[in-house]
């Protein structure tokens, strides 16, 4: 006889398309029978998560950064003492970037009543562009936004202003040779970041209105700015080919760079929208792959028989690669759908909580949850169903099942994809290796613990028996404790391996509810509600006491005086400074004028890097300096290099003592350069202090301005507020985001121990045909899985804490605290609910007759 | 095509071991088999004995440690798996003990499963045939959980002759059912092989099912023989 061929005759159509036809057919029945429904739930669920977090904290990371960009009234800005070459504007112009300008400079404004130095900002008709500017009739009452500046002849002016010139809306006052109509009172502008000299009210008018003002003469000191907005591709172009040309008298500021204590908020904001993306995607993913591990168990008779009907391992292949991809697709396109109306969803009810009008989310964030779904569909579920190619059609006969793929192989292409995943999701390698190194250690150390706590139940049991027997001090235990225990031991490696499950289920859970509860809450309380909010500056030494007695007066809260002169580095060792900026490419304008203090004590949000802080009455000739690490890094400064610095036209050389970490964001003074003595001899210096003022205090400014003339003042109240606001509006986001993914990791649990119950099941039937009574098999699985749930409980704490370390210590910037509590709580809630499921999933054999049990396990 | 002279199945000197912990067992000792076109054989012997082992390795489920097995004259111990296949789809069908429908199939739907595989355009059509064959053709759309023993031993029947293939191997095709229902079951199995002329291998405990064979053939550890009739 001759071989069989590819194609008997009786083979009506092509092979490939007789297998695709037999994949989906095969599929389709599955599906009607329910047998895909854990892993469709899964998968939809997975998808539709990732997709509605990604597209959430998307959308509110475009928000934060289009926030920030308010913060510069655009994207990027160009100041300087002189005014922009027309060069630059042209090039803009080509490019085309939106563009504005204003010019700020001080100036006495006049009223009948009284004269105030104050800062006059005179700003063209687009200014701002971006964010608004908030006015009202009256100060101190509720704002309206508006767009744009004032018309010429109109002047707003600051709140404070119209009690220090006695005027109201729809008066006049005079600045140089100009009037202006009082338009309104200026309560709020999106750039407002006053610097250290800009203490003085401000005062805004048109930028045509200048030249009639004759305020500004040749000699005058004025800052002109211009300001950029256009898409970041074309910020990027045009900030290339500027920063080389900026020279001494100009400064390129972008967003990163324009506030640096607001950047840091953001920064923790998308560090915590990432990791509550980052543990729905591994949550998805261990989800994916229970489900994905039950379904293929379940295929094993089918390729068997399959393969008694003639078809080959390469048809199997084919037939789970179609049904793969069908899966796939479909899940891709409901799951993603579903996921865009669970964000609306999410946002409806947030209405009110979240920043108004979010901005678009990038359209990567709409298949992130896809990518998410799809790669874990291939690295949990392809394995183990590619496998069963390998299933001897042979293993029919003897009703066995084989485990084609090998358990390692397994573990170890679902992890890499987990990590891929977490990377791609996160782009930060960082976050990735913390996570990476934290799962693994969690594996190998909870399966090691585990095994040694069940050796520990082995040899507890084992006691109960053999101390009866010598007659001294038994230990009896009541027999359904003792049978749940039996259970444990009885099933070792499953055990261990059922106890390593819930574990990582339950870290991950308690990552979430502690980084949701204890980081949101160290987050919030690093601006507590009195943090310091005005800066009081150009102190006179012999104003100190009368300065701090008049605060004290009001019951006003300040941080310590410190002393303040202004000067730049002209020199490292002996580079000059831009060898020095163009050998370290720092980012940083390190030419600009830099505020310099002296102190003995190091401010308490400060710390030192490397090197060491001057004690406190160490007497030194020698002058030392503190650098702030990032200015340094920029500069390539290090402990023992000496700076040379230029104050007051006069060089000084300082060794570097230290480097500092400053944690910009406390708002108390903080400094990039602190002395240990004067840098110049017989320099007193201005002193300066920061205080918090409540806002029905406010009037108190204008007393301290009058008292003081000398000093002068900044308010960063508004600058607070806005972070306060970006605080409390994220963390109500991301609370939600993590109630969400607690809901999907508790299902993924409950999913998880009811794909271990057919064993129990079995034996809990046989054991009630042999006469135990139901409260017996009851009790004793009560016992095995509240047993579980405490060893999980445990071991999930103590990789909890171990994961919040890392977290708290090297993403967030947090100190870290643990929490005691954590190791009752943790073990006591994974007892109760691994126990509950238990014991409700195990109502079945104890209420129908052993023998339906036995039939359908 | 098969020629009617010459032999269906025939193995040399086929043996088997697997390895167990102290060494390996060895389950199949040399044996020498033929059987022709259309005969209906019975293998017999205790449980253990290495029956449906042997049963596999006829069927090209499995393949021996030692020795050929050819099916219709094809050395099947030479192919590989996917060779295997191929002949298993030309020439082979299967009654298990128990039973092996698929779950999420309802009666036709395991029926027409192997005409699917093979691409037939009227499979529906030719299953119901064969679920009237068995008569079973009122509960056509129920599902293995939903029928009897013996109903789902006569679906797994009619999914077994739907093949069409010229050698029908049967592991204890009455293990499971009750004495009445496993009579029933395997007039149902001698009938249909009747009609088909198909070869029939069955692996059975039952003398009963066992003296309706042509041939009977005893397993005892390992050793096959001829019992005579």
Redesign the interface.
């Known amino acids: 006889m001759s071989m069989p061929s590819d194609t008997p005759s009786e083979v009506k159509a092509p092979r490939l398309r007789l297998n695709i036809r037999l994949a989906l057919r095969l599929l389709f029945r599955d599906g009607r029978s329910g047998k895909l429904n854990i892993l469709w739930v899964s998968l939809l669920l997975a998808i539709a998560t990732v997709t509605s977090i990604s597209l959430f904290t998307n959308r509110i990371q475009h928000s934060l950064y289009d926030e920030a960009s308010h913060l510069l009234a655009a994207d990027i800005s160009i100041s300087g003492t002189l005014p922009i070459p027309e060069e630059w504007r042209q090039r803009a112009q080509e490019q085309p970037l939106e563009s504005a300008n204003f010019i700020a400079f001080r100036a006495m404004v006049f009223s009948e009543e009284g004269m105030q130095l104050s800062q006059v900002k005179a700003v063209s008709d687009t200014y701002p562009l971006k964010g608004e500017l908030s006015i009202s009739d009256q100060p101190y009452i509720a704002s309206q936004k508006v767009k744009h500046g004032p018309p010429p002849g109109v002047a707003w002016v600051a709140p404070r202003l119209f009690d220090a010139l006695t005027v109201s809306t729809g008066g006049n006052i005079t600045i140089g040779e100009a009037e202006f109509s009082i338009g309104a009172s200026l309560n709020k502008e999106p750039d407002n970041r006053s610097g250290l000299f800009g203490g003085s009210p401000r005062v805004m008018i048109h930028l045509d209105d200048v030249p009639r003002t004759q305020a500004v003469q040749v000699g005058s000191r004025i800052d002109y700015h211009w300001l950029l907005a256009a898409d970041n591709s074309e910020i990027a172009t045009f900030s290339e080919w500027l920063e080389p040309q900026l020279g001494e008298h100009h400064r390129l500021t972008n967003i990163d760079s324009a506030n640096r204590s607001f950047q840091n908020t953001m920064a923790r904001a998308r560090g915590f929208l990432l990791l509550a993306g980052c543990l729905s995607v591994i949550l998805s993913a261990v989800a994916i792959a229970l489900a994905a591990r039950r379904y293929s168990k379940g295929q094993q008779t089918q390729v068997a028989l399959l393969k008694t009907l003639g078809k080959t391992p390469r048809d199997i292949t084919l037939i789970y690669i179609v049904q793969l991809l069908t899966i796939g697709l479909i899940t891709l396109v409901i799951g993603s759908a579903l996921g865009w109306l669970l964000h609306e969803l999410l946002l409806r009810l947030l209405t009110g909580f979240m920043p108004q009008g979010l901005s678009k989310a990038s359209l990567s964030a709409y298949w992130v949850g896809g990518v998410t779904g799809f790669v874990s569909l291939w690295a949990f579920a392809a394995p183990p169903l590619l496998a069963l190619r390998k299933t001897s059609p042979g293993s029919i006969l003897r009703e066995q099942s084989s485990s084609a793929l090998h358990a390692g192989w397994s573990f170890f292409i679902g992890f890499m994809a987990t990590i891929s995943l977490v990377y791609f999701y996160s782009q930060d390698i960082k976050l990735t290796l913390i996570l990476t190194f934290g799962a693994l250690a969690c594996v190998l150390g909870v399966g090691l613990i585990s095994s040694l706590l069940i050796i520990v139940i082995n040899a507890i049991l084992k006691r109960t028996q053999t101390i009866k027997n010598d007659g001294s001090l038994s230990l009896q235990l009541p027999p359904q404790i003792k049978l749940g225990l039996t259970n444990l031991q009885r099933h070792h490696k499953f055990n261990v391996l059922q106890i390593m499950n819930f574990s990582i289920l339950f870290l991950l859970l308690l990552v979430i509810l502690t980084a949701s509860t204890r980081l949101l809450d160290q987050w919030r309380d690093q601006l507590p509600p009195e943090t310091a909010n005005h800066f009081a500056f150009n102190i006179y030494p012999d104003d100190i006491e009368a300065v701090s007695a008049m605060l004290s007066d009001a019951d006003v809260k300040f941080s310590p005086f410190y002393p303040m002169t202004r000067g730049r580095v002209s020199k490292v060792n002996e580079d000059t400074l831009s060898d020095r900026v163009k050998q370290h490419k720092g980012r940083a304008n390190y030419r600009r004028e830099l505020n310099l203090t002296w102190s003995n004590q190091l401010g308490s949000d400060n710390k030192i890097k490397s090197g060491q802080w001057w004690q406190e009455g160490e007497k030194t000739e020698k002058l030392m300096v503190s650098a702030e690490h990032e200015y340094a890094e920029g500069l390539g400064i290090s402990v023992g290099d000496t700076l040379t610095f230029s104050i007051a036209g006069q060089t000084v050389s300082a060794e570097v003592a230290s480097l500092r970490k400053v944690q910009w964001d406390s708002m108390n003074p903080n400094f990039y350069m602190v002395f240990n003595q004067a840098p110049l001899d017989g320099a007193t210096g201005n002193w300066l202090t920061s205080f918090y003022l409540a806002p029905e205090n406010k009037n108190f400014l204008n007393q301290l301005a009058r008292t003081f003339p000398t000093v002068s003042l900044i308010e960063i109240d508004q600058t607070i507020k806005q972070i306060q606001e970006v605080i409390s509006k994220i963390s109500r986001a991301i609370e939600f985001i993590m109630v969400l993914i607690l809901g999907s990791g508790l299902l993924v649990l409950i999913s998880s121990i009811q794909s271990t119950l057919d064993l129990r099941f079995q034996e809990s039937a046989i054991l009630r045909t042999l006469g135990a009574s139901r409260s017996l098999v009851r009790d004793s699985l009560l016992v095995e899985f509240c047993t579980m749930g405490l060893l999980a409980g445990l071991l999930a704490s103590v990789g909890a804490e171990l994961s919040m370390y890392f977290l708290q210590t090297n993403i967030f910037n947090l100190q870290y605290v643990i929490n005691g509590w954590a190791f009752v709580y943790g073990p006591l809630s994974a007892s109760l609910l691994i126990g509950f499921t238990g014991w409700m999933s195990t109502r079945k054999v104890i209420h129908t007759p052993p023998l339906h049990v036995l039939r359908e396990v | 095509?098969i020629?009617g002279h010459?032999t269906m199945i025939k193995t040399q000197n086929v043996q088997h071991e697997v390895p167990t912990h102290g060494g390996s067992l060895r389950i199949l000792k040399g044996i020498d088999l033929e059987i022709k076109p259309g005969e209906t054989v019975a293998i017999i012997g205790a449980s253990g004995s290495g029956k449906?082992t042997l049963?596999?390795m006829l069927?090209g489920?499995?393949v021996p440690s030692q020795g050929q097995v050819f099916l219709?004259?094809?050395d099947i111990t030479a192919l590989d798996?996917?060779?295997r296949?191929?002949?298993?789809?030309?020439y082979?069908a299967?009654v298990?003990q128990?039973f092996?429908l698929?779950?999420?199939?309802n009666a036709i739907?395991n029926v027409m499963?192997?005409l699917?595989?093979?691409?037939?355009?009227s499979a529906a059509t030719k299953a119901m045939q064969y679920l009237e064959r068995v008569g079973l053709q009122e509960r056509a759309h129920h599902?293995p959980k939903q029928l009897s023993g013996g109903e789902q031993q006569r679906v797994a029947l009619a999914r077994a002759f739907a093949?069409e293939a010229p050698i029908i191997f049967a592991?204890e095709p009455t293990g499971n059912l009750d004495t009445e229902t496993g009579s029933k079951i395997s007039d149902l199995l001698f009938s249909m092989n009747a009609e088909s002329n198909t070869t029939l291998v069955l692996v059975t405990h039952s003398p009963e099912l066992a003296k309706r064979c042509q041939r009977q053939l005893e397993m005892r550890s390992g050793e096959l023989s001829e019992v005579s009739v």
Do not use: T
């Open positions: 095509m020629d010459m449906s049963l596999g069927a489920l499995d219709n004259n094809c798996e996917e060779g296949s191929r002949i298993r789809s030309q082979v299967f298990f128990s092996q698929l779950g999420s199939l739907e499963l192997p699917e595989v093979k691409g037939e355009s599902y093949c592991d």
